[in-house]
């Protein structure tokens, strides 16, 4: 039978193919013939220079009359047809007074001389970055166990935008069978036709005429499709309806579903497999999907550097959706577990990290001496590998050269591999044209006890660090030595979880030191969600597609607070993006299921600066008691503390009025009304102060205490010590004053927590004290 999939992709090119010749259809941005070299850039018009619908018939028209003042091709171009203003690329409506175009370095230096002129910002690419845990979380279950699915109604009527890199639309967990259709606010488009979109995918459209120019000969997809998994994984994670039998190869196996299954999808292609995201693109999709509607925009992307707020699309496009009530949702990066590699770090973003969960797909190595190893594969748990096998090891450890395997005569034996050279899924594919009848991989020690299994093209178990030693211990002192593979499955509840992920990025903020980061870790480990089909694995073309896959990285725990981002909406509709983000925060977990403090892969203790406020916890934040609230304004004299120009404020606010910051109150970062408090003791007397309001969302009539857990290193004063609260939304302040026990800036972070208790409700903040800069 001809594969579905392909079937699908022929079907939505003839779509793409009738939308091309459609009149209708056909976009005026077309190829130019200008002669010279010729970059992309995103040009910041300066305030107060604002469209003015008087004197232009549209922000665009604006936009292409500044361009063509300073380029001799655009200006003939534009008096010809205002229509086919090819050079350029974005007229941006909301995310920031400018536009996106294409100059020679002559005509940016004309430009850089107009009185408009703020400044132009050279290309920049932005790179990517479930079975179980719906249950792990605690969304399902009955009224009477309190199932967070029951008091949110799985999150419908929630808009839920995905930005990511293509999307395989005919997928189950897109079905849009018993959904209703979307809200009336909802104004967005899909460029599928109406078969493939539904009330599941509301929403489908790519942005590309920025990227096309920049890499060049990339094919213009019309259609956001991608043969990639990521857009497709994140996508069902975050809102994917139920699926049956949903399993990786057997393992894993029960009913697929998204964390708000639900809730609405609108998807963005922004991304390009093996390119990247250009930030134009994102900066334009972001600006359609606040007009379209959308309550919850989810960004697993990010930039590797720290990059300032004003030239970050996802910061400037994230004050514009909370501006607006959107909730913004990005991931914190893939670099952990060295310090400072944070992205994503605005304060008005919740900022995920990527945790474990308790489930492991366990399978045993059995070496000859009849010593047994712990791994995980992904290898069909009905495997038998039959009587022991003969084990080596590749000469060179990495097994990244087929060539050499060939070499080792390696048929019907185990090879070991250490990391290195290849992906192990390309390991196995040589070992197998080599004969192998099995691999073991061996986790780099940095991964500690975690493990990323992927499917290999013959069964293999990877194993951590500490085990692959002893494995390769046994194998140098044995002659003949040999071993088997036992696959066990998925097991569930196992200890010392959730955990840090490895790779998960960790603070501290380069760009505002006083606002903690990241917020909080959700599950971002062996996440099982739907794909188009499974990479790295040759299939029997007569075997059905494999539907679901494991993917791993905050990619995808930035989905999952998504999703129960959603479910808090449905559930507070009149919420804000802040009310939200203080509930996910303040009722975050800090200890694993052991009830020992949650642990980084080295065994010890997470630090906040991995952990954040601590790990989701969907149950608790529906019904956070207190929330710490504010508004977008709220962020302008914070940025006027951190020492922005006008400038810079301005392009970060926009379309908000002008401001001027030597007219306006500055804000200290630590009074920023943030749900964790960081205190930066950088001189003497070495003492700081923390100002914070506490909306009543909890009991009408409540009174809170005040407990702080700190060393005694530092002394804290929370004044008033006690909060009595007489109605709901009413907002009562408090201030925390630290300093040092000694007199002396503390010689490394300090961590501790202010909690405000009453009754059941347990409203907590990480309070984090360190010397040292302000700001990067």
């Given at each position: 039978m ?6 699908w992709?022929?079907l939505c090119?003839a ?15 077309a ?17 107060p ?6 004197l ?8 292409a009359?500044?361009l ?19 050079r350029?690329?974005?007229s941006y ?48 279950g009955n ?7 029951n ?9 839920i ?5 293509g999307i ?13 259709p979307?809200?009336a ?7 599928f ?5 539904n ?6 459209r ?5 990227a ?17 998994q ?15 039998d949903?399993?990786?190869?057997g ?9 708000a299954p639900?809730?609405h ?15 134009d693109d ?6 359609d999907?606040?007009e ?7 960004l697993?992307l ?9 030239d ?7 004050y ?9 949702c ?8 060295s310090?400072?590699t ?16 308790d489930?492991?797909?366990?399978a ?5 001496d009849?010593v ?27 097994c990244?050269s087929?060539?050499?395997l060939?070499a ?13 050279g ?13 004969g ?8 780099p ?10 499917p ?6 990877q ?8 494995i390769?211990?046994f194998?140098?002192?044995t002659?003949g ?5 036992v ?51 040759e299939?029997?073309p ?14 995808m ?11 808090i ?16 925060m303040t009722t975050?977990d ?11 892969v ?28 504010m508004?977008?304004a ?7 503390g951190l ?15 002008p ?6 109150s500055?804000l ?9 408090i ?6 003497p007397?070495?003492?700081?102060t923390?100002n ?23 002394k ?5 010590p ?10 009562l302040?408090y201030?925390?004053?630290i300093?040092?026990?000694?007199g002396?800036?503390p010689?490394?972070p300090?961590e501790?927590?202010?909690?405000w ?17 302000r700001q990067?």
């Amino acid at each position: 039978m001809d594969n579905p999939i392909h079937i699908w992709r022929a079907l939505c090119v003839a779509v793409a193919v009738l939308l091309l010749l459609s009149p209708a259809a056909v976009t005026p941005v077309a190829g130019h013939n200008d002669y010279g070299e010729h970059n992309n850039y995103l040009i910041i018009v300066r305030s107060p220079y604002e469209y003015d619908k008087r004197l232009h018939q549209n922000v665009s028209s604006w936009h292409a009359s500044l361009l063509s003042s300073v380029c001799d091709s655009a200006k003939e171009t534009l008096a010809a047809d205002p229509s086919a203003m090819t050079r350029l690329i974005y007229s941006y409506r909301n995310v920031v007074n400018g536009f996106a175009a294409r100059m020679t370095p002559e005509e940016l230096e004309k430009m850089s001389k107009m009185d408009w002129f703020d400044r132009a910002l050279p290309e920049q690419t932005y790179h990517l970055l479930t079975t179980h845990t719906p249950q792990m979380l605690g969304l399902t279950g009955n009224r009477r166990r309190g199932g967070l699915w029951n008091t949110s109604n799985m999150g419908e009527g929630v808009i839920i935008g995905i930005l990511d890199d293509g999307i395989y639309a005919g997928h189950p967990s897109f079905d849009g069978a018993g959904m209703q259709p979307p809200p009336a606010k909802w104004k967005g488009r899909c460029d599928f036709n109406k078969t493939v979109c539904n009330n599941k995918l509301i929403g489908a459209r790519s942005y590309f005429e920025s990227a096309k120019w920049k890499w060049k000969g990339l094919r213009d997809p019309v259609l956001p499709i991608s043969e990639g998994q990521h857009g497709t994984h994140t996508s069902s994670t975050a809102a994917g309806a139920f699926v049956p039998d949903a399993s990786v190869f057997g393992n894993g196996l029960g009913t697929a579903t998204g964390m708000a299954p639900r809730a609405h999808i609108a998807f963005y292609q922004v991304c390009y497999e093996q390119k990247g995201c250009d930030r134009d693109d994102i900066l334009a999709a972001v600006d359609d999907a606040i007009e379209d509607g959308v309550d919850i925009l989810s960004l697993s992307l990010g930039h590797e550097d720290a990059v300032d707020f004003s030239d970050d699309p996802v910061s400037l496009g994230g004050y514009t959706a909370i501006l607006n009530g959107v909730f913004i949702c990005a991931a914190a990066g893939n670099t952990g577990p060295s310090p400072a590699t944070l992205v994503n770090e605005a304060p008005w973003l919740l900022t995920v990290g990527a945790s474990t969960s308790d489930r492991r797909f366990v399978a045993t190595v059995k070496l000859g001496d009849k010593v047994e190893v712990d791994g995980e594969s992904l290898s069909d748990p009905k495997t038998n590998m039959g009587d022991p096998r003969p084990l080596v090891q590749d000469v060179d450890g990495t097994c990244a050269s087929e060539s050499v395997l060939i070499a080792q005569k390696i048929t019907g034996k185990i090879i070991v591999c250490d990391a290195g050279g290849v992906v192990s899924t390309e390991k196995a594919k040589m070992a197998k044209r080599a004969g192998a009848a099995g691999m073991i991989v061996i986790t780099p020690e940095v991964f500690g006890p975690v493990i990323i299994p992927r499917p290999h093209a013959i069964p293999a178990v990877q194993v951590p660090f500490a085990a692959g030693q002893k494995i390769k211990t046994f194998l140098q002192t044995t002659q003949g030595a040999t071993a088997t593979f036992v696959f066990k499955g998925s097991t569930f509840k196992n200890p010392q979880s959730p955990m840090v992920a490895p790779f998960s990025s960790r603070g501290p903020n380069r760009r505002s030191r006083g606002i903690l980061k990241p917020d909080l870790i959700g599950p971002g480990v062996n996440v099982i969600a739907g794909v188009p089909s499974i990479e790295d694995v040759e299939l029997d073309p007569k075997a059905a597609v494999p539907r679901f896959d494991i993917k791993s990285g905050t990619s995808m725990a930035a989905p999952h607070l998504s999703g129960i981002a959603a479910l808090i909406k449905h559930a507070h509709p009149t919420w804000s993006p802040a009310a939200i983000k203080s509930a996910l925060m303040t009722t975050a977990d800090t200890t694993d299921n052991l009830r020992k403090p949650i642990a980084d892969v080295d065994g010890k203790p997470a630090t906040f600066l991995a952990l954040g406020a601590g790990h989701v916890n969907p149950q608790k934040a529906i019904d956070p008691g207190l929330v710490y609230n504010m508004s977008a304004a709220g962020y302008v004299p914070y940025l006027c503390g951190l020492n922005y120009t006008d400038q810079k404020v301005n392009t970060i606010i926009y379309p908000e009025r002008p401001v001027q910051c030597a007219n306006l109150s500055r804000l200290e970062q630590d009074d920023l009304n943030y749900p964790s408090i960081t205190a930066i003791l950088d001189q003497p007397p070495f003492t700081a102060t923390a100002n914070r309001s506490v909306t009543n969302v909890g009991a009408a009539s409540s009174t809170y205490v005040v407990e702080v857990e700190v060393p005694a290193t530092v002394k804290v004063e929370v004044n008033p010590p006690k909060l009595t609260f007489k109605a709901l939304e009413e907002v009562l302040n408090y201030s925390v004053t630290i300093r040092s026990a000694d007199g002396r800036a503390p010689a490394s972070p300090v961590e501790g927590q202010l909690k405000w208790v009453s009754g059941k409700y347990v409203v907590r903040s990480p309070l984090l004290v360190v010397a040292g800069i302000r700001q990067a």
